[in-house]
C-alpha cells in the first residue's frame, strides 16, 4: 500500500512541475530538472514497480482474476502506468530544450491520475461487477 501511495503522489506531483517548467524562466529550469528527474527515478519508477510485484502477490492470496471489477480495476492500474512512461518522456523533452507542449497541456494532464485513481478505489470498494 505505502508504495501505490508514494507511486500517487509523484503521478500526482510531477505533471505540476511541469506546469511549473513550462512557464518558467530559464534561470529556473535546472532546479526544476533536478527535481524532475529525482522524483521520477528515485521515488516514482521504483514505487511503481513495487505496487505491481506486491498487487501480483496480493492476487495469488485470493482468486480475482476472472471478476470484472478486478480486470477493470488492472486496466486502470496499466493505464496508469502508461501515464507514468508518458511522463518520463516529457521529463526527457524538458531535460533536452525541446518540450512543445503548453502549460494547459499539463494542467489537464495533472488530472488524468486523479480520475483513475478514483475509478480504481470505486471499483475496489464496491466491486459492481
Given amino acids: 500500500m505505502l508504495s501505490f501511495i508514494s507511486w500517487m503522489a509523484g ?3 510531477l505533471p505540476r512541475l511541469f506546469v511549473y517548467h513550462s512557464g518558467a524562466r ?5 532546479m526544476l530538472e533536478v527535481m524532475e528527474r529525482r522524483l521520477l527515478k528515485i521515488i516514482m519508477t521504483p514505487a511503481m514497480v ?3 510485484i506486491f498487487g501480483f502477490a496480493l492476487t495469488t492470496q485470493a482468486w480475482v482474476w476472472g471478476e470484472g471489477w478486478f480486470l477493470a480495476k488492472l486496466l486502470c492500474l496499466l493505464l496508469l502506468s ?3 512512461f508518458y511522463l518520463a518522456s516529457w ?8 518540450n512543445r507542449l503548453p502549460e494547459r ?3 489537464i494532464a495533472n488530472e488524468v491520475p486523479t480520475i483513475l485513481l478514483i475509478l480504481i478505489l470505486l471499483l475496489a470498494i464496491f466491486k459492481p461487477f
Fill in 11 to 13: 503521478l500526482l506531483y
Fill in 26 to 30: 530559464v534561470e529556473s529550469f535546472a
Fill in 50 to 52: 513495487l505496487t505491481w
Fill in 82 to 84: 502508461v501515464f507514468h
Fill in 91 to 98: 521529463r526527457k523533452a524538458f531535460a533536452r530544450k525541446e
Fill in 105 to 107: 497541456f499539463f494542467r
